[in-house]
């Protein structure tokens, strides 16, 4: 992970120097941004237009993305910028495009859960879903709408009902777990962030959320009261943001920031690159449930190998919280599959 945000960092660097025109015969992939002129979409379009490795960025939503659009269009990176408006252009939206990221839906204001934004974003994720079943098939698809937790099932479903469904290929995006668990670590340990890597695993919602601190890298040893405050910091600084936003969303800019990091990733790996791994929450038999956020090694099919190894050898206190975790998971996620299946 240490490597994939110093690569993430260094080419942006290196582009700062580069003239643009020089990258542009690396430029070959088509992203797809599902709700480009919300809070997350505006910045994370941005953020991919800064890839070298994408030659097209399509942005959709169903109001306010042509003059997202327009804007973007003028940086001189090698991606196109097309603008897509409303249903009758989602079609063309996903068409040909190799990885969909989908943040379309409500964010949470305080007060209130993940789960609580299940009754909108469910429909608006099955429906986008069901337009990539359509036409990319093949793709990456990124759900980013909350809760993932459930969402995530909701898009499998969705796929197995077109019959396209390929479990390697649907991601529900946990990397902000991880960019937190890491800059918290750092910090708190006083150690270079760069080389800080802890891993996080099974869902993204509250105690679902369990950061494996004792598989921190570099080594680091914690106190019984350090990996408490930490677990809790990691777990709830979703909330933390939601409260000082005070009614105003949830995160938008850490989230772009590391979606646009999966994103490059996941790039990386159709790209051939084989040293590619990020944590994500996927369909998977690591556990006794359907669903769980592992680190992945990800390649050209999409999830290469589950690392399960980060899941030996665990402290008591991650054991603990493995198990209590289980029944709000299970429960996410068979509420994802029956919403799936209850529509027509
Ligand atoms: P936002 O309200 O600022 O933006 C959402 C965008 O989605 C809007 O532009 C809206 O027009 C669009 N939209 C709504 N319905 C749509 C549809 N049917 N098709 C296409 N676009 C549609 O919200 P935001 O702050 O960008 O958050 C978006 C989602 O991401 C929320 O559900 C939030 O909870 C989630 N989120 C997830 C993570 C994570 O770690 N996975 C982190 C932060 C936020
Ligand atoms: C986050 O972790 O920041 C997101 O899931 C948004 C939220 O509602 O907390």
Do not use: W
């Not at 337009?131 to 709408?145: E, G, L, Q, R, T």
């Not at 390697?168 to 962030?193: I, M, S, Y």
């Amino acid at each position: 992970l240490a490597a994939i945000q110093r690569s993430f960092v260094a080419k942006a660097g290196e582009r700062n120097q580069r003239s643009y025109m020089q990258l542009q015969s690396q430029a070959s992939f088509k992203v797809a941004v599902l709700g480009a002129a919300g809070g997350i979409g505006q910045p994370l379009a941005l953020l991919i237009k800064m890839s070298p490795l994408v030659s097209a960025l399509h942005l959709y939503d169903i109001a306010n993305v042509k003059g997202v659009a327009a804007d973007l269009s003028h940086c001189n990176t090698p991606s196109q910028v097309l603008d897509f408006t409303g249903p009758s252009e989602l079609a063309s939206a996903l068409k040909g495009v190799n990885v969909v990221v989908i943040p379309a839906g409500v964010p949470r204001k305080p007060g209130m859960t993940r789960d609580d934004l299940f009754s909108i974003n469910a429909g608006i994720v099955k429906n986008l879903v069901e337009a990539a079943a359509d036409n990319c098939p093949d793709a990456f698809i990124h759900i980013i709408s909350n809760p993932i937790n459930s969402t995530v099932p909701i898009a499998a479903e969705v796929l197995k009902k077109k019959g396209v469904y390929d479990p390697k290929k649907l991601f529900g995006v946990t990397t902000l777990d991880v960019v937190r668990a890491n800059t918290f670590v750092a910090q708190k340990k006083n150690l270079k962030l760069i080389d800080v890597d802890v891993p996080v695993i099974g869902g993204h919602a509250g105690m679902t959320i369990l950061p494996l601190l004792s598989k921190t890298r570099p080594s680091v040893t914690f106190t019984d009261e350090e990996v408490q405050e930490l677990t809790v910091r990691i777990q709830n600084a979703g909330t933390e943001v939601v409260e000082a936003k005070a009614g105003d969303g949830s995160a938008t800019l850490s989230m772009a920031y590391a979606a646009a990091r999966f994103v490059e990733s996941s790039l990386r790996a159709l790209d051939g690159d084989t040293d590619v791994y990020e944590c994500t929450y996927i369909e998977s038999d690591v556990t006794d449930l359907p669903f769980f956020a592992s680190r992945v090694k990800l390649g050209k099919k999409g999830v290469e190998a589950v690392i399960t190894k980060d899941l030996q050898g665990l402290s008591e206190y991650e054991e603990k919280a493995l198990e209590t975790l289980k029944a709000e998971l299970k429960g996410s996620i068979e509420k994802g599959i029956a919403f799936a299946n209850k529509q027509p």
